[in-house]
């Protein structure tokens, strides 16, 4: 089995920052892609942005300039540094990775991590 645990998540003022950390263990064969994704109060999850396992990234348009993703793949952890943080990124961050498992190699499948809140507020 493959846990992701994320940690970093909490209260920051507007156009504070934060840096969000996700590290999977467990039976792994390779990572894929990694993702950062998240969900507010009465919405649906969002991607926020993701990685793949060669570096290249994409982002929400809503944390272009403001977000970066980046990943240690000898450590198969992802970051999310986040800047500038407003009201509106206020939401439990999920992260989420497409893993390959020695026991099913195939295709990756997706692991979640639990979620860590980010409270962005005066």
């Known amino acids: 089995q493959v846990q992701l645990v994320e940690s970093g998540g909490g209260l920051v003022q507007p156009g504070g920052s934060l840096t969000l950390s996700c590290a999977a263990s467990?039976?792994?064969?390779?990572?894929?892609?990694m993702g950062w994704y998240r969900q507010a109060p009465g919405k649906q999850r969002e991607l926020v942005a993701i990685?793949?396992?060669?570096?290249?990234?994409s982002y929400a348009d809503s944390v272009k300039g403001r977000f970066t993703i980046s990943r240690d793949n000898a450590k198969n952890t992802v970051y999310l540094q986040m800047n500038s943080l407003t009201p509106e990124d206020w939401a439990v961050y999920y992260c989420?990775?497409?893993?390959?498992?020695?026991?099913?190699?195939?295709?990756?499948?997706?692991?979640w991590g639990q979620g860590t809140q980010v409270t962005v507020s005066s």
């Open positions: 989420g990775a497409d893993v390959i498992t020695p026991d099913f190699i195939l295709y990756p499948r997706r692991f």
């Open positions: 467990g039976s792994i064969f390779r990572i894929n892609d």
């Open positions: 990685i793949s396992s060669g570096g290249g990234t």
